[in-house]
């Protein structure tokens, strides 16, 4: 299966930035969708945005405006940029990919924003 690792994770005040990286076994763009899930404390695991091959991204409300996805292609790699963050955005975040029947997840980064 693709494996994908999932780095950048920690701990931030309220307000500031944090970047989460994602890199794939194998190459970006042989997958349909990459996106990035999370599950906050005591939640159910959510989706917070994803972009497919042509580049369209989709993002969940609660993040719209302040967090962005981005492919490097050729590191085959997706991004999420989060900016502005608030406490609620506490949670384990996954990276996630779909290749038709097929889905692949990380193991999980924890991200942590301080009130």
């Known amino acids: 299966q693709v494996q994908l690792v999932e780095s950048g994770g920690g701990t931030v005040p309220a307000g500031g930035s944090l970047t989460l990286s994602c890199v794939t076994s194998k190459k970006i763009l042989t997958i349909n969708q990459m996106g990035w899930y999370r599950q906050p404390p005591g939640k159910e695991r959510e989706l917070v945005a994803f972009i497919i091959t042509s580049g369209y991204t989709k993002y969940s409300d609660a993040v719209k405006g302040r967090f962005a996805i981005s492919r490097v292609n050729a590191n085959n790699t997706v991004l999420l940029e989060m900016n502005n963050l608030i406490p609620d955005d506490t949670g384990v975040y996954y990276c996630?990919?779909?290749?038709?029947?097929?889905?692949?997840w990380g193991q999980g980064i924890q991200v942590t924003v301080a009130s």
């Open positions: 996630n990919g779909k290749k038709w029947t097929e889905e692949y």
